[in-house]
T-cell receptor, first 111, second 118 residues
Framework: GQQLNQSPQSMFIQEGEDVSMNCTSS?????WLWYKQEPGEGPVLLIA?????ELTSNGRLTAQFGITRKDSFLNISASIPSDVGIYFCAGQLLGAQKLVFGQGTRLTINP | NAGVMQNPRHLVRRRGQEARLRCSPMKGHSHVYWYRQLPEEGLKFMVY????????ESGMPKERFSAEFPKEGPSILRIQQVVRGDSAAYFC????????????????FGAGSRLTVL
Protein backbone atom coordinates (compact mmCIF):
# COMPACT_ATOMS: atom_id res chain seq x y z
CA GLY A 1 0.00 0.00 0.00
CA GLN A 2 0.96 3.66 -0.14
CA GLN A 3 3.61 4.75 2.31
CA LEU A 4 4.16 8.09 3.93
CA ASN A 5 7.66 8.60 5.30
CA GLN A 6 7.59 11.04 8.17
CA SER A 7 10.68 12.49 9.78
CA PRO A 8 12.11 12.91 12.24
CA GLN A 9 10.66 10.11 14.35
CA SER A 10 11.29 12.07 17.52
CA MET A 11 12.49 15.49 18.58
CA PHE A 12 13.81 16.75 21.91
CA ILE A 13 13.91 20.53 22.03
CA GLN A 14 14.03 23.43 24.45
CA GLU A 15 10.98 25.55 25.08
CA GLY A 16 10.95 28.49 22.71
CA GLU A 17 12.68 26.69 19.85
CA ASP A 18 11.15 26.29 16.40
CA VAL A 19 10.22 22.82 15.15
CA SER A 20 10.13 21.43 11.63
CA MET A 21 8.93 18.04 10.44
CA ASN A 22 8.04 16.64 7.05
CA CYS A 23 6.37 13.86 5.15
CA THR A 24 7.31 12.44 1.77
CA SER A 25 5.80 9.83 -0.49
CA SER A 26 6.36 8.23 -3.86
CA UNK A 27 2.65 8.77 -4.58
CA UNK A 28 0.82 11.96 -5.50
CA UNK A 29 -1.69 13.11 -2.91
CA UNK A 30 -4.78 15.21 -3.40
CA UNK A 31 -4.97 16.44 0.18
CA TRP A 32 -2.48 16.69 3.04
CA LEU A 33 -3.55 16.91 6.65
CA TRP A 34 -1.62 17.33 9.88
CA TYR A 35 -2.95 15.88 13.14
CA LYS A 36 -1.73 15.97 16.74
CA GLN A 37 -2.30 13.13 19.18
CA GLU A 38 -1.92 13.38 22.94
CA PRO A 39 -1.68 10.38 25.28
CA GLY A 40 -4.90 8.44 25.57
CA GLU A 41 -6.69 10.53 22.98
CA GLY A 42 -7.51 10.43 19.30
CA PRO A 43 -5.79 12.54 16.64
CA VAL A 44 -6.98 16.13 16.41
CA LEU A 45 -6.82 18.03 13.13
CA LEU A 46 -4.36 20.92 13.05
CA ILE A 47 -4.17 21.99 9.42
CA ALA A 48 -5.68 20.81 6.13
CA UNK A 49 -4.04 21.53 2.75
CA UNK A 50 -5.91 21.16 -0.53
CA UNK A 51 -3.73 22.65 -3.29
CA UNK A 52 -0.16 22.11 -4.43
CA UNK A 53 2.02 24.95 -3.16
CA GLU A 54 -0.54 26.00 -0.55
CA LEU A 55 0.89 27.51 2.63
CA THR A 56 -1.49 27.65 5.57
CA SER A 57 -1.08 28.87 9.14
CA ASN A 58 -2.94 28.11 12.33
CA GLY A 59 -1.51 30.27 15.10
CA ARG A 60 2.13 29.25 15.59
CA LEU A 61 1.73 26.36 13.17
CA THR A 62 2.48 26.62 9.46
CA ALA A 63 2.15 23.83 6.92
CA GLN A 64 2.81 23.60 3.21
CA PHE A 65 1.58 21.30 0.46
CA GLY A 66 4.60 20.51 -1.72
CA ILE A 67 4.63 21.57 -5.37
CA THR A 68 5.18 18.00 -6.53
CA ARG A 69 2.17 16.90 -4.40
CA LYS A 70 4.38 14.21 -2.91
CA ASP A 71 5.40 15.99 0.26
CA SER A 72 4.35 18.33 3.03
CA PHE A 73 5.98 19.98 6.00
CA LEU A 74 4.83 21.37 9.32
CA ASN A 75 6.59 24.10 11.28
CA ILE A 76 5.89 25.10 14.86
CA SER A 77 7.35 28.41 15.98
CA ALA A 78 8.33 29.34 19.53
CA SER A 79 7.36 26.00 21.04
CA ILE A 80 5.59 25.85 24.39
CA PRO A 81 5.06 22.92 26.79
CA SER A 82 1.54 22.17 25.51
CA ASP A 83 2.98 21.44 22.06
CA VAL A 84 4.17 18.09 23.43
CA GLY A 85 2.58 15.16 21.64
CA ILE A 86 2.79 13.07 18.51
CA TYR A 87 2.29 14.79 15.18
CA PHE A 88 1.00 12.80 12.23
CA CYS A 89 0.85 13.71 8.59
CA ALA A 90 -1.95 12.15 6.57
CA GLY A 91 -2.59 12.12 2.86
CA GLN A 92 -5.56 11.44 0.66
CA LEU A 93 -5.05 10.01 -2.81
CA LEU A 94 -7.14 11.43 -5.64
CA GLY A 95 -10.42 9.57 -5.84
CA ALA A 96 -9.97 7.90 -2.46
CA GLN A 97 -11.78 8.78 0.75
CA LYS A 98 -9.52 7.13 3.31
CA LEU A 99 -6.42 8.79 4.73
CA VAL A 100 -2.95 7.23 4.78
CA PHE A 101 -0.93 8.18 7.86
CA GLY A 102 2.76 8.72 8.47
CA GLN A 103 4.54 7.04 11.35
CA GLY A 104 4.41 10.15 13.52
CA THR A 105 6.90 12.60 15.04
CA ARG A 106 7.07 12.50 18.83
CA LEU A 107 7.82 15.97 20.20
CA THR A 108 9.30 16.39 23.68
CA ILE A 109 9.99 19.83 25.11
CA ASN A 110 12.40 20.61 27.94
CA PRO A 111 11.24 23.62 29.92
CA ASN B 1 -21.87 19.47 20.19
CA ALA B 2 -20.93 15.82 20.46
CA GLY B 3 -18.00 14.70 18.37
CA VAL B 4 -17.27 11.14 17.35
CA MET B 5 -18.26 8.92 20.26
CA GLN B 6 -16.57 5.60 20.84
CA ASN B 7 -17.27 3.02 23.49
CA PRO B 8 -16.05 1.32 25.42
CA ARG B 9 -12.92 3.40 25.99
CA HIS B 10 -11.17 0.39 27.46
CA LEU B 11 -11.95 -3.28 26.93
CA VAL B 12 -10.21 -6.31 28.36
CA ARG B 13 -10.79 -9.72 26.82
CA ARG B 14 -9.26 -13.16 27.22
CA ARG B 15 -7.95 -15.03 24.22
CA GLY B 16 -10.79 -16.60 22.26
CA GLN B 17 -13.45 -14.14 23.37
CA GLU B 18 -15.21 -11.61 21.17
CA ALA B 19 -14.70 -7.86 21.21
CA ARG B 20 -17.30 -5.38 20.00
CA LEU B 21 -16.35 -1.75 19.57
CA ARG B 22 -18.97 0.89 18.86
CA CYS B 23 -18.75 4.23 17.11
CA SER B 24 -21.34 6.97 16.69
CA PRO B 25 -20.27 9.50 14.05
CA MET B 26 -20.58 13.22 14.37
CA LYS B 27 -24.03 14.61 13.70
CA GLY B 28 -24.48 15.07 9.98
CA HIS B 29 -21.63 12.72 9.06
CA SER B 30 -22.53 9.70 6.97
CA HIS B 31 -19.08 8.17 6.44
CA VAL B 32 -17.25 6.10 9.05
CA TYR B 33 -13.68 4.84 9.07
CA TRP B 34 -11.92 2.45 11.42
CA TYR B 35 -8.19 2.61 12.10
CA ARG B 36 -5.91 0.52 14.32
CA GLN B 37 -2.91 1.89 16.19
CA LEU B 38 -0.31 -0.36 17.75
CA PRO B 39 1.89 1.10 20.52
CA GLU B 40 4.49 3.55 19.19
CA GLU B 41 3.10 3.31 15.66
CA GLY B 42 0.92 5.30 13.29
CA LEU B 43 -2.68 4.67 12.38
CA LYS B 44 -3.40 1.87 9.93
CA PHE B 45 -6.57 2.00 7.85
CA MET B 46 -8.94 -0.91 8.31
CA VAL B 47 -12.32 -0.20 6.75
CA TYR B 48 -14.52 2.58 5.35
CA UNK B 49 -18.30 2.39 5.56
CA UNK B 50 -21.35 4.36 4.65
CA UNK B 51 -24.79 3.54 5.99
CA UNK B 52 -25.49 -0.14 5.24
CA UNK B 53 -22.53 -0.37 2.87
CA UNK B 54 -18.88 -1.36 3.17
CA UNK B 55 -17.04 0.83 0.69
CA UNK B 56 -13.41 -0.16 1.26
CA GLU B 57 -12.25 -3.00 3.50
CA SER B 58 -8.77 -3.31 2.06
CA GLY B 59 -7.17 -2.92 5.50
CA MET B 60 -9.27 -5.50 7.30
CA PRO B 61 -7.68 -8.82 8.25
CA LYS B 62 -9.26 -11.59 6.22
CA GLU B 63 -10.44 -13.56 9.23
CA ARG B 64 -12.10 -12.78 12.56
CA PHE B 65 -12.67 -9.07 11.83
CA SER B 66 -15.92 -7.57 10.57
CA ALA B 67 -17.54 -4.17 10.52
CA GLU B 68 -21.00 -2.82 9.96
CA PHE B 69 -22.77 0.52 9.90
CA PRO B 70 -26.50 -0.18 10.05
CA LYS B 71 -29.25 2.17 8.98
CA GLU B 72 -30.00 2.86 12.64
CA GLY B 73 -27.45 2.87 15.41
CA PRO B 74 -23.69 3.06 15.68
CA SER B 75 -21.02 1.44 13.56
CA ILE B 76 -19.67 -1.77 15.08
CA LEU B 77 -16.20 -3.25 14.71
CA ARG B 78 -16.30 -6.89 15.75
CA ILE B 79 -13.31 -9.06 16.47
CA GLN B 80 -14.00 -12.73 17.01
CA GLN B 81 -11.72 -15.15 18.87
CA VAL B 82 -9.32 -12.42 19.91
CA VAL B 83 -5.60 -13.09 20.15
CA ARG B 84 -2.89 -11.15 21.98
CA GLY B 85 -1.81 -9.49 18.73
CA ASP B 86 -5.22 -7.79 18.54
CA SER B 87 -4.29 -5.63 21.54
CA ALA B 88 -4.26 -2.10 20.20
CA ALA B 89 -6.11 1.19 20.15
CA TYR B 90 -8.96 1.21 17.65
CA PHE B 91 -10.00 4.62 16.37
CA CYS B 92 -13.15 5.53 14.57
CA UNK B 93 -13.39 8.64 12.41
CA UNK B 94 -16.25 10.20 10.52
CA UNK B 95 -16.66 12.67 7.71
CA UNK B 96 -19.46 14.37 5.83
CA UNK B 97 -19.97 13.78 2.15
CA UNK B 98 -16.66 14.86 0.55
CA UNK B 99 -16.83 18.39 -0.79
CA UNK B 100 -16.14 19.61 -4.30
CA UNK B 101 -14.89 17.88 -7.38
CA UNK B 102 -11.57 17.14 -5.72
CA UNK B 103 -13.33 15.02 -3.12
CA UNK B 104 -11.19 16.56 -0.39
CA UNK B 105 -12.04 14.86 2.85
CA UNK B 106 -11.37 15.77 6.47
CA UNK B 107 -11.77 13.06 9.08
CA UNK B 108 -12.73 13.77 12.69
CA PHE B 109 -11.53 11.13 15.12
CA GLY B 110 -12.97 9.73 18.30
CA ALA B 111 -10.93 9.18 21.45
CA GLY B 112 -10.44 5.50 20.66
CA SER B 113 -11.17 2.15 22.23
CA ARG B 114 -8.21 0.41 23.81
CA LEU B 115 -8.41 -3.36 23.60
CA THR B 116 -6.23 -5.49 25.82
CA VAL B 117 -6.18 -9.23 25.24
CA LEU B 118 -4.94 -11.29 28.16
Amino acid sequence: GQQLNQSPQSMFIQEGEDVSMNCTSSSIFNTWLWYKQEPGEGPVLLIALYKAGELTSNGRLTAQFGITRKDSFLNISASIPSDVGIYFCAGQLLGAQKLVFGQGTRLTINP
Amino acid sequence: NAGVMQNPRHLVRRRGQEARLRCSPMKGHSHVYWYRQLPEEGLKFMVYLQKENIIDESGMPKERFSAEFPKEGPSILRIQQVVRGDSAAYFCASSPVPSGSSGANVLTFGAGSRLTVL
